[in-house]
């Protein structure tokens, strides 16, 4: 959920999130100015406040710098950007997940595209194949590592040796692909023209 209060004059936003098991309240501030605020399940709002409140002068400490009109309006953008290349994302990652599921011939459910914030592609038990969205625009070579690494979850739900055995089939330097994709941050790759062509 997520709400503004006001510190010195400033407007500032956070979430607030609620946790079953958690027995005190916890705030972060994150880099990119998400700022955090996370409680036990049942505690009222007004407890939350006074303990906004209450730490008033770290919080500021974390916030004074940050431009919460500046990050919003990249947010905006990143969102407005997810919306355009969405269904792009979506023709090519599905053409290139059939391509390699001719060789591999794993059953799969759903193909999702969505806007992760840290991971480019996931498997679900039932499974279920998820890309970010900017997987798509990776180089063609770190494309396709992705789309055939989490159709091997569909196997081998899991990175033990059975599983890199069947990424091996496809790509010999799996591990050349892996570590050049980690170098890559998706939250870095600006470079989304590749679908005007
Ligand atoms: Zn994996």
């Not at 974390?62 to 919003?72: A, L």
């Not at 792009?88 to 990652?93: E, L, W």
Request: charged share 35%.
């Amino acid at each position: 959920m997520d709400k503004k209060i006001k510190i010195n004059g400033k407007e500032i936003r956070y979430s607030l999130r609620r946790r079953k098991g958690l027995k005190s309240m916890r705030l972060a501030v994150y880099p990119d100015g998400a700022f955090v605020v996370t409680a036990p399940k049942w505690y009222p709002v007004y407890i939350i406040n006074r303990f906004i409140e209450e730490k008033f002068d770290w919080i500021w400490e974390k916030v004074k710098d940050i431009d919460f009109q500046e990050i919003s309006k990249k947010k905006k953008s990143e969102k407005t950007n997810y919306k355009e290349k969405k269904e792009f994302a979506r023709a090519v990652i599905e053409s290139r997940v059939k391509f390699f599921n001719n060789f591999y011939n794993f059953f799969y459910n759903r193909i999702s595209i969505k806007n992760q914030k840290s991971c480019w592609g996931s498997c679900s038990r039932k499974k279920n194949l998820n890309f970010n969205y900017k997987a798509a625009f990776l180089p063609d070579n770190l494309r396709d590592y992705v789309v055939v690494h989490e159709l091997c979850h569909l196997e081998e739900l899991n990175h033990r040796k059975n599983f890199w055995k069947l990424v091996e089939k496809t790509f010999p330097d799996y591990k050349i692909l892996r570590n050049n994709l980690r170098k890559i941050r998706s939250s870095n790759l600006s470079n989304l023209s590749k679908g005007d062509s």
